[in-house]
Every structure is written in structure tokens, then in C-alpha cells.
């Protein structure tokens, strides 16, 4: 997929795609992180290939193979993630799936934290930059569709407007996280959030998501450039 010749929606373009958590490191041994596990992104860099792009994909921490025909940049922390998405743009379609964490520790330590101390190790925390929101407001270089993800456990189509506007981009696929199953999970329920309006699908297997919004994409994607 995606070499020269490649056919399908997407052929000759470049996607990119963040999936997975991010780890934030409290000392060496100890981070912070979240219960995302790749699925729904990876799946979505597997069938961004199928249809032909060239797919680059930085993923955070999983315990998912590297999908076949896709450049897979591994990285661990928010902050390596946003260099490794500057150092892959430019791109036609950026989708950010990934689960980033939302704070990091202000001064993770060089040596691991004992406990035997007598005071409780502080944990202070700084907020993470949002790759989303830093690539959908570039003044140049902006890639043409910028898609989001909103995961919600409650409002879940008011807060994904609100992020569709404060993010600046094209698309948000929000879900509700709310309950079990979806994070980890192999299911998903999605809402297609734009400023036009709000498409709900029924409950996929995220395979099936996945495959349904390349299809949509490819779509909305703008012609590309000859
Ligand atoms: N995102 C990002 N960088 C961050 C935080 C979020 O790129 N530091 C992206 C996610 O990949 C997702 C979208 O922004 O595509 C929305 O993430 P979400 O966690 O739902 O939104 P937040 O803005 O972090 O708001 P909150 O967690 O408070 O709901
Ligand atoms: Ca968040």
C-alpha cells in the first residue's frame, strides 16, 4: 500500500495517525497513563493503508503488532509524540486518535523515589501540549483534514462541538467512554461531529469503524494536488 502505484480512495496520499496512551514518567520505573489500548487508531492506520495511502503512524505504548504496510513511529511521552508528528508532516489527512495524556509530572525524577522518606512524594503536574489543536492551528503547513477524537463519559455531543471549535479541525468522532467496553474493548459507538451537523452510526466492531471512516474521509478529503 501507498508505494507509487498504489490504487484504492486514498492512494498517493500521505496519512497520518497518533493512537494509542501516552506515558508520562513520575521517576524511571513509574508513569502515568490511561486504559487506552491502540484498537480504534491502529485500525484506522490499517485501513488508511488498505485504501492505498501512505500511512505514517505514532503510537504510543500498546501491546498491538505494527500494522502491515505502515511506517509505525513508537514513542512514549505526549511531548515525544507532537515532535514525532511535526517530524511526518506534511500530510493530506492527520487523525488523531491517540489518548494523550492530559498532564505530566512538572519534574519526573532521575533516580527512582523510595519510600522510605517520611512526607508522601508530591506529585505536581503540568499540562501536556495538544498535538490536535497545535497542527489544526498552523499557519502553514496545516494538513487539508484534521480529524479528532472526543472521548466523553457524559454531554458527549456538546463537549465534542466545543472541542470541534476550540481544536480548530475538520471532524470529531466522539464516543462515549462512559461505562465498560470501550476503552480496550473491541466495539465502538461513534458520533461524526462537523459544524454541518451530526452523524451517529450504529455500534461497530472498531474494525469495521475504522474501514467506514477512511471510506468517509476519502470523501470529504480534498482533491490532491497534482
Ligand atoms: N489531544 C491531543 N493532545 C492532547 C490532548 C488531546 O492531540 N494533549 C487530542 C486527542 O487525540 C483527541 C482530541 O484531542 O483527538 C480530544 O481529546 P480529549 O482528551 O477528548 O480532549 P481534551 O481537549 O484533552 O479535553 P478533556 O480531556 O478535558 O475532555
Ligand atoms: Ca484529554
Redesign the pocket.
Known amino acids: 500500500p501507498g508505494g507509487e502505484h498504489a490504487t484504492g480512495a486514498l492512494a498517493g496520499r500521505h496519512v497520518l495517525i497518533?493512537s494509542g496512551p501516552?506515558h508520562e514518567p513520575i521517576d524511571p520505573v513509574r508513569y502515568i497513563a490511561n486504559r487506552s489500548s491502540g484498537k480504534q487508531g491502529h485500525a484506522i492506520a490499517a485501513a488508511a493503508a488498505a485504501a492505498g495511502a501512505r500511512v505514517t503512524l505514532i503510537s504510543g505504548p500498546v501491546s498491538l503488532p505494527d500494522p502491515a504496510g505502515v511506517e509505525t513511529i513508537h514513542v512514549e511521552s505526549?511531548r515525544e509524540?507532537?515532535n514525532a508528528v511535526e517530524t511526518a508532516l506534511p500530510a493530506d489527512i492527520a487523525?488523531?486518535?491517540?489518548?494523550?495524556?492530559?498532564w505530566r509530572v512538572a519534574d519526573a525524577a532521575s533516580d527512582k523515589l523510595k519510600k522510605d522518606g517520611k512526607a508522601l512524594p508530591p506529585l505536581s503536574l503540568v499540562?501536556?501540549?495538544?498535538?490536535?489543536?497545535?497542527?489544526a492551528h498552523r499557519k502553514s503547513g496545516r494538513p487539508p483534514l484534521v480529524?479528532?477524537?472526543?472521548?466523553?463519559t457524559q454531554n458527549v455531543i456538546d463537549?465534542?462541538r466545543a472541542?470541534l471549535a476550540?481544536?480548530g479541525?475538520d471532524l470529531?468522532?466522539a464516543n462515549d467512554v462512559g461505562g465498560t467496553g470501550v476503552m480496550g474493548g473491541d466495539a465502538n459507538t461513534v458520533h461524526l461531529v462537523t459544524t454541518s451537523g451530526v452523524e451517529t452510526w450504529p455500534t461497530l466492531p472498531k474494525g469495521e469503524v475504522a474501514t467506514r471512516l477512511i471510506d468517509h474521509i476519502a470523501g470529504l478529503a480534498p482533491a490532491r494536488q497534482a
Open positions: 497518533t501516552t505526549a509524540m507532537l487523525i488523531f486518535a491517540a489518548a494523550v495524556a492530559d499540562e501536556n501540549p495538544d498535538i490536535l489543536a497545535t497542527v480529524v479528532g477524537f472526543a472521548a466523553e463537549y465534542a472541542k476550540r481544536k479541525c470529531i468522532v
